[in-house]
Every structure is written in structure tokens, then in C-alpha cells.
């Protein structure tokens, strides 16, 4: 059995690239807005929201449980328009003992977009399952983006 994995998941979205990715890039401390049935609380702990380096801290609901972690800011790829964030603590530790996160959005053309979550980890246990809560977790929030970008 590996204990280092990798998934992905990729949404289309009816939102252009730049405006889904702005959410990921500068205004993700509007999540618990945005997806309130998800995400319950975001706050910058380090640095602010734009820069590599930053750590913001994050309660939110997977599989019926309220849950926090804390996630530093690795790499910003404006060309590309992805940001890879590594959890730094929280209880998704108990069970990955390293875990990033890269969101991506592309264009597929002005008004619609794909917006991609990938998930390396290594998990702490041969017996731990594989992170795929989160992944869906991810299609969530990327539907609730979505949703608030269409109503904007």
C-alpha cells in the first residue's frame, strides 16, 4: 500500500478564469460568505491574503465534522493561475503527515472556466484512507464560487 498519493478534480464553471481565480488570489477570506455551510471561519494569522509565505487559519465542516487547520501560502503562479497552499497544522495532520494543495483555474474561453484542485499527500498510517473528502470538499467550494460570482 502507498502512503503517498496524489488526486484531482476538475469543475467547469460558467465564470471567467480572472474572476475565479481572484477569489483563490486575494478574496478567499470571503469563503465563509461565499460557502457557509463549509467554511466557518477564515483569519490570517501571518502576512496578509496575496503573498507566499502567509498563514491563514480556517474552520470548516468535511463528513459532518467541524474541523480547523492551518495553511501557509507556498508558490502564487499569476501566469498560470494557480496557488499551492501546505497545511501547516491541524487535525487532517492526525492522518496525512504532509499535505498541499494546488488550485488552478483556465480559461476555456471568456465566460467559462475550469477550476482544478489537486491534493499531494503522505499519509501517517498505512491505514489511513485516502484524502478524498477533501477533494469533494474542493468541488463544493468551487460550485459555491460559482454560484456567488453569477449573482455578483
Excluded: C, R
Excluded at 474572476?19 to 501571518?46: R, S, T
Excluded at 483556465?106 to 499519509?123: L, P
Excluded at 459555491?144 to 455578483?152: D, G, Q, R, T, W
Amino acid at each position: 500500500m502507498a502512503l503517498s498519493g496524489k488526486l484531482e478534480t476538475e469543475v467547469e464553471v460558467k465564470v471567467s478564469a480572472d474572476k475565479a481565480f481572484g477569489i483563490f488570489k486575494g478574496q478567499m477570506h470571503q469563503l465563509p460568505n461565499i460557502a457557509p455551510d463549509i467554511v466557518h471561519k477564515a483569519e490570517i494569522h501571518e502576512g496578509n491574503w496575496e503573498t507566499p509565505g502567509s498563514i491563514k487559519h480556517w474552520n470548516y465542516t468535511i463528513d459532518g465534522n467541524v474541523l480547523s487547520l492551518k495553511e501557509k501560502v507556498e508558490k502564487i503562479d499569476e501566469e498560470n493561475k494557480s496557488i499551492t497552499f501546505k497545511i501547516v497544522d491541524g487535525e487532517v495532520l492526525k492522518l496525512y503527515k504532509n499535505m498541499k494543495v494546488t488550485v488552478q483555474v483556465t480559461a476555456k474561453n471568456e465566460e467559462t472556466s475550469f477550476m482544478k484542485m489537486i491534493i499531494d499527500y503522505e499519509k501517517a498510517k498505512e491505514d489511513s484512507a485516502d484524502p478524498h473528502s477533501y477533494l469533494e470538499f474542493g468541488t463544493k467550494v468551487f460550485q459555491y464560487i460559482e454560484n456567488h460570482l453569477l449573482k455578483a
